[in-house]
């Protein structure tokens, strides 16, 4: 028998170990203010957790703390917080090849970044996106994503693109044969189209 057994007198349960892990203990309070909308509160805990994820050296905490204290920012209309805290998260899941995690933090980055009205920036990680729902072969995924872009393109004033892109999304629905989807897209583009020339 191996020696790597933990002794009895160290077996903790678990919610006298969690009380003693003052870190996780403020990330949940952090979460639960942020659930709440108390988003100053939030982030002072979720900031405090951060510290403590940091001084461990806890990549998955850390990457838990920024993501949170990124959606406290984007609640108080903080884009440039969040963004900053969304790319940091954003590093350690592309490190870690974590796929589904980063196109949920690429989505939020979207959110920021057109904020902050970089849309230059917004359609590029759209576009990073919409990649991963193209490998992935995930019609909705790649619809939500060019619906996003459309919107993008009009608060650019690029009403042409913008109906290319509606004619796409029509395109993929009547693959699906969901033929009155698809004309509401169709129809979408071509008031577009009308309203640019």
Excluded: W
Excluded at 26 to 47: I, N, R, T
Excluded at 114 to 140: M, T, V, W
Excluded at 168 to 191: D, G, L, P, Q
């Amino acid at each position: 028998m191996g020696s790597n057994l933990q002794s009895l007198d160290a077996i903790k349960p678990l919610a006298e170990q969690e009380e003693k892990d003052s870190v996780r203990k403020e990330y949940k309070e952090g979460v639960g203010f942020l659930a709440q909308k108390e988003f100053g509160q939030a982030a002072v805990a979720l900031h405090n957790a951060l510290l403590g994820f940091e001084e461990r050296n806890d990549e998955h905490g850390i990457a838990n703390a920024c993501n949170q204290l990124g959606h406290a920012c984007l609640g108080r209309g903080d884009f440039e917080g969040a963004l900053k805290h969304y790319q940091r998260v954003f590093e350690l899941c592309d490190r870690a090849n974590d796929r589904m995690s980063v196109v949920a933090v690429l989505k939020k980055m979207v959110e920021a970044q057109r904020g902050l009205k970089q849309r230059e920036k917004a359609l590029a990680s759209a576009f990073a996106i919409l990649d991963h729902y193209q490998d992935n072969r995930d019609p909705q995924g790649t619809v939500d994503t060019l619906e996003t872009i459309a919107e993008v393109y009009l608060e650019m004033g690029e009403k042409e693109k913008a109906a290319d892109t509606y004619r796409t999304v029509a395109s993929i629905h009547k693959n699906f044969r969901h033929s009155k989807i698809a004309e509401k897209y169709m129809e979408k583009a071509a008031s577009l189209l009308a309203a640019a020339s």
